[in-house]
């Protein structure tokens, strides 16, 4: 059974700070999503990574991907107030999704 | 814009009543469409995957008898909450895996449905 783990579940932090979000899953995948949800809304597409050493930058964020370790990290960079929303990693095959991480960032 | 169309998008209904849900694929088709549920504060639960022509495949704990699922054209997958009672009322998503052309292979989502069972 394919599990995945997201840390932290819930972060709080200062607009201009950075911080790295962790997705570690347990069985091999081919492909593995980031998404973002804002309260009451559904899920927006942030990243896929398909490979080993994938990397993929919008904006502030960027994620990569590591086969090898079954991680896939999302960083944020300078955090500004919008981007406070709860973030989720999900994993095929199956898609099974992490907890979230409910990100808080503060003026 | 959107390319996964959920209506509708919050509907109040009656314990004992039925609520149909759907979920378009606006500009691709979708063999395969995937039904979650969301609980307040928790992560995404993959219901069931809708095959289009075909049976749906439920999750492991997840009535199919109660939340009946149509996939009967290649942009088109119903959810059906059959006598819904509250402890259904959640937030339910949709999402179609696009197969060809611009994002091929990437997992679109609906706006989700938001059904409160009074």
């Known amino acids: 059974e394919l599990k995945v783990e997201q840390n932290p579940l819930f972060l709080s932090m200062q607009e201009g700070k950075n911080y790295t979000i962790y997705c570690n899953y347990s069985?091999?995948?081919?492909?593995l999503y980031w998404y973002r949800q804002d309260p009451g809304k559904s899920l927006e597409s942030l990243f896929v990574?398909?490979?080993?050493?994938a990397v993929k930058q919008e904006g502030r964020l960027m994620a990569s991907l590591d086969t090898k370790a079954r991680l896939s990290t999302l960083h944020i960079t300078a955090a500004v107030h919008d981007l406070s929303a709860t973030y989720f990693c999900?994993?095929?095959?199956?898609?099974?999704f992490g907890k979230g991480t409910h990100l808080i960032i503060q003026p | 814009g959107a390319v996964v169309s959920q209506h509708p998008s919050w509907v109040i209904c009656k314990s004992g009543t039925s609520v149909k849900i759907e979920c378009r694929s606006l500009?691709?088709?979708?063999?395969?469409m995937f039904w979650y549920r969301q609980f307040p504060k928790q992560s995404l639960m993959l219901m069931a995957t809708s095959n289009e022509g075909s049976k749906a495949t439920y999750e492991q704990g997840v009535e199919k008898d109660k939340f009946l699922i149509n996939h009967a054209s290649l942009t088109l997958s119903t959810l059906t909450v059959t006598s819904a009672h509250p402890e259904d009322s959640s937030f339910y998503i949709c999402?179609?895996?696009?197969?060809?052309?611009?994002?091929?292979?990437?997992?679109?989502f609906g706006e989700g449905s938001r059904l409160t069972v009074l």
């Open positions: 500009d691709f088709q979708a063999t395969t």
């Open positions: 999900a994993v095929d095959p199956g898609l099974t």
């Open positions: 069985t091999t995948s081919d492909r």
């Open positions: 999402s179609a895996r696009r197969l060809a052309g611009v994002g091929t292979g990437e997992l679109f």
């Open positions: 990574l398909l490979s080993n050493g």
